[in-house]
């Protein structure tokens, strides 16, 4: 009876609240997740955890001394990782970015080259972004980490402290000079010694990553891993 009860009441809460993956539609997909399992198997991955000198770590030398960095997925326009995407940066969709997070944080825990990371630290918005958009993306996508990979997130370490006009369409020189001195650490101490995670949503170029990463790597004993969910092709 008891059973019976609970499931008229799901049935009933789907057809208030409709549940359905954001690939395909279908409401065939648990509750938690946003993609059923046909669209997540889908979704392009890189395997760059498990990649040494993968495209998204030469993509920092000579400009960043970091020790590991990668990304779930490729990126490509007119995709379904492009969709989620503008779900969450766009459209308020939080539940995508902690999703996403999620996946990656399933990578890491198994990667043996992220395992003596100490703490995860989102890209910074600036805060007059962050206050328009409500959230910080990155933030969002740290806390699906934490939720598998139980590292602890340092929310506030480093700030943003210029506003930046979006860099979709600049070449990697522009978006480099764009990003000098951008950054900054508002207690070294809480890194000092400490292996850091540097947690984005896409990386394209890598110019703000560099940027934040920079100061950062200035703090003694400081060393610096790199992870986002996409990498753009």
């Known amino acids: ?7 008229y009441l799901k049935d009933f809460s789907h057809l208030l609240y409709p ?4 690939g395909c539609g279908t409401d065939v997909l648990h509750d938690d997740a946003i993609l059923c399992t046909k669209c997540l198997f889908e979704l392009p991955e890189t395997n760059f955890c498990n990649t040494s000198d993968n495209p998204v770590e030469k993509i920092f030398y000579g400009r960043l001394n970091i020790v590991s960095a990668a990304a779930v997925y490729y990126f490509t326009k007119d995709s379904l990782l492009q969709h989620l995407m503008i779900e969450l940066k766009y459209r308020n969709n939080k539940e995508v970015g902690f999703y996403l997070g999620k996946q990656l944080g399933y990578q890491l825990q198994e990667s043996q080259r992220f395992t003596d990371v100490d703490v995860i630290v989102p ?8 206050k328009k958009r409500g959230y910080n993306q990155a933030m969002i996508i740290c806390e699906g980490i934490a939720s598998i ?3 602890p997130v340092l929310k506030n370490v480093v700030i943003r402290t210029l506003f930046t006009e979006t860099q979709t369409q600049q070449d990697r020189v522009h978006r480099w000079q764009n990003m000098q001195n951008v950054f900054a650490i508002t207690d070294t101490k809480i890194l000092e010694g400490k292996h850091v995670l540097l947690v984005d949503d896409v990386i ?3 110019a703000t990553l560099e940027a934040c990463g920079a100061p950062i790597l200035k703090i003694p004993g400081a060393k610096l891993s790199i992870a986002t969910v996409a990498w753009t092709i």
């Open 204 to 206: 394209t170029t890598g």
């Open 123 to 130: 890209l910074p918005l600036n805060p007059k972004k962050e």
């Open 19 to 22: 549940h359905n993956c954001e």
């Open 149 to 151: 990979w139980r590292k």
């Open 1 to 7: 009876m008891i059973q019976k009860l609970i499931s």
